[in-house]
């Protein structure tokens, strides 16, 4: 069989109609809104300020974002309404969705609705999991297995292993979210003063802070591991400053002065009125709380940073908005006052206000706490701790904690004290949610 002689023009014109045929399926596949969706995603997205402290990466970690520019990426949806009431919302936001399918008439926008139902993609045969929130209280397995489920399937078989073995319900006892108290979010307030929230352009934020807890450098592992304190929901029009002063922590109210020679004197002042100074550092720049009273303790740092050869750290002030703070959700951040009191800090959310959220401005506020540990008295194991005793031979342990009563009583006489000890009043109680008794 004689073969066909090579022909160059044969072959540019056959790899010209390939080119000409990926162009086209390129085109078909990518439509001209989708380049321009990309153009308006990559805008969210910016370098990163200053020197890099520690390069942390992960799966959660995202790349450092401009959150200002989030209104402009979903500027087409139908999210934008300003209802004045909660019942005018679900109308508004319907009337947003008919004008943005198109002009299609009542029956035909049902039929829609109907279509995309998300129960279309049930099959009938799903595990179904309880979704209760999370409480204090473990959850039964009873509660969240469904026997129609297939057997077949790992989670079922080790469920029901779990069920077998576990009569206590021990198991859910180390869940992870088990010591997190979810908080409802606050009613809206009908005052004419709070302004209205826009949905669709404000920005809302949830940055989730930890306990500060000791570290060595020398020690191969960490004494302690990160806990969970609060999660703040804030606004990106609200200063970096709100969201510092929603920040609680023990040592801002603890005195840590010896008051055992006149218990009822303890002082008034709080550690976070003599040291008001206070820093952020998010994304490798600090920022500095400048009020009244307050001073920047950065200094140090940076001229510690500086005289080691690790960079220029950018320096701004905490008047500066949320949204104007280029972030890293996942990204551990972390919060530095009383010299030297650290508390880690993450981003976990950044997104636009949805028309179900308050509408008032009733931002910010707590949305999880943790829970913890409440401390009893060691004499009387009834009422919660008032007071911490050091030194003191008539004692066993070294603290020892006293709730008020049994401290007067076994540690005074007629108003003087019956041995040598000093003795701290006690406010960790205050601060826990699970309200001890007194």
Excluded at 56 to 85: A, C
Excluded at 326 to 343: K, T
Excluded at 395 to 416: A, E, H, I, M, Q
Aim: hydrophobic letters at 30%.
């Amino acid at each position: 069989m004689a073969s066909m002689p090579y022909d160059d023009k044969l072959e540019e014109t056959l790899k010209r109609d390939q080119e000409s045929i990926q162009n086209n399926l390129n085109k078909f596949l990518k439509p001209d809104f989708c380049e321009n969706e990309e153009a308006k995603i990559s805008n969210l997205y910016a370098k990163d300020e200053g020197p890099h402290w520690r390069k942390v990466t992960g799966s959660g970690i995202t790349k450092s974002l401009i959150t200002k520019n989030l209104p402009k990426v979903f500027q087409d949806l139908p999210i934008h309404t300003q209802s004045t009431s909660r019942g005018d919302v679900e109308l508004e936001l319907e009337q947003q969705i008919v004008s943005f399918v198109g002009n299609i008439d009542d029956e035909e926008y049902d039929k829609l609705v109907e279509f995309c139902d998300p129960k279309h993609l049930e099959t009938g045969h799903e595990l179904k999991m309880s979704m209760s929130l999370p409480t204090s209280k473990a959850s039964a397995l009873n509660s969240c297995y469904n026997p129609q489920a297939s057997s077949s399937l790992h989670i079922c078989k080790n469920l029901m292993f779990r069920k077998e073995i576990d009569k206590k319900n021990c198991y859910s006892r180390k869940l992870k979210y088990r010591t997190v108290c979810l908080i409802p979010p606050p009613e809206d307030d009908d005052e004419p003063d709070n302004e209205l929230l826009q949905s669709g352009k404000d920005i809302i934020y949830r940055v989730r802070i930890y306990r500060p807890f000791p570290y060595s450098h020398s020690a191969k592992y960490t004494v302690r591991h990160s806990l969970l304190v609060s999660e703040i929901v804030v606004l990106g029009q609200q200063p970096l400053w709100v969201l510092r002063d929603h920040i609680y922590c023990l040592n801002d109210i603890s005195t840590g002065i010896d008051v055992s020679e006149n218990p009822d004197a303890v002082p008034s002042t709080s550690p976070k009125d003599l040291f008001p100074s206070s820093f952020m550092f998010i994304n490798n720049v600090f920022y500095v709380d400048e009020r009244k009273g307050c001073a920047d303790i950065t200094l140090e740092l940076r001229e510690w940073a500086a005289a080691r050869n690790m960079g220029t750290f950018p320096v701004h002030s905490m008047d500066v908005k949320l949204e104007d703070v280029r972030i890293r959700l996942g990204y551990p951040d972390v919060y530095v006052h009383l010299g030297d009191c650290e508390h880690p800090f993450t981003f976990s959310e950044a997104r636009l206000a949805h028309p179900r959220d308050p509408l008032r401005r009733m931002f910010p506020f707590v949305s999880q706490v943790g829970l913890s540990q409440v401390n009893y008295c060691s004499i009387c194991s009834e009422h919660s701790t008032k007071w911490v005793v050091k030194d003191c031979d008539i004692v066993p342990f070294d603290p020892t904690y006293f709730c008020d009563t049994c401290f007067r009583l076994y540690l005074y006489k007629d108003g003087k004290k019956v041995c040598p000890f000093k003795a701290y009043a006690y406010k960790g109680n205050e601060m826990s949610v699970l309200k001890p008794r007194q």
